[in-house]
């Protein structure tokens, strides 16, 4: 199928990258520090098409960047003002640096030329970190959002693209988050009011006809 102009025309590879957003072992991996997190990411099919749209975007030349979320040991300078941060302290997988925690999660595939960028506050991926000043420096105007939470993390990458003046898209089969339902009610009542809402292989359409042929990783 041809792919739709209007989204061939914002997904340019030149100009677009694809951000994964905590896509790491110690949240979406078998050893999740949120079971029901990781869980829904898999069954859903999510994590599969993360991966799906990361060999395609390496195929066509889009930049990748894996945002991860990580906590010092001893917590210095993570944040402490929100449930959801005092929740993470006690949480019996840690997202420590250097750990295989906060390593890219199976089966998304990471070539030298992607962009890896860690933080240790906060609940943005692009806000307070050096992702908008790396994205900027490459030319990008549009950013390929996955990954998770629809909760929170996800929600905020949008949110904080479009403020920094980015194009935001966002393959709704490419997110996850709990309960399982929320995340299409969020992605039609919130997401879709700033960002443009497609799915996956319409993405790979867009940077590669063929790409839908490929393969699929193991589920």
């Known amino acids: 199928m041809p792919p739709n102009e209007r989204l061939a025309a ?21 050893d999740s520090a949120l079971p029901e997190l990781a869980e829904n990411a898999r069954d859903s099919g999510a994590l599969r ?29 993570s944040s402490h003002n929100a449930r959801l941060f005092r929740a993470a302290e006690r949480l019996p997988v840690r997202q420590e640096p250097g750990s295989p925690a906060v390593q890219v999660a199976e089966p998304i595939p990471v070539t030298e030329r992607d962009l890896v960028v860690r933080r240790l506050h906060g609940l943005s991926p692009l806000a307070g970190t ?37 194009t935001a898209v966002v393959p709704a089969d490419a997110i996850a988050g709990v309960p399982a339902d929320y995340t299409p009610a969020m992605v039609r009542h919130t997401l879709a009011l700033v960002a443009t809402v497609t ?21």
């Open 10 to 30: 914002q997904l340019a590879p030149a100009t677009t990258a694809l951000l994964t957003v905590e896509c790491q072992r110690g949240v979406v991996g078998e």
């Open 130 to 166: 050096e992702a908008d000043a790396l994205l900027r420096n490459l030319g990008i105007r549009t950013l390929v959002v996955t990954g998770v939470s629809a909760n929170v993390a996800v929600p905020n990458a949008v949110f904080d693209a479009v403020n920094l003046g980015y």
């Open 199 to 219: 799915t996956a292989d319409a993405v790979r359409d867009c940077w590669d006809p063929a790409s839908t042929g490929v393969t699929d990783p193991p589920p």
């Open 49 to 77: 098409r993360v991966a799906q749209l990361a060999r395609a975007a390496h195929g066509a030349g889009v930049q990748v960047l894996h945002a991860i979320a990580e906590r010092r040991p001893d917590g210095r300078g």
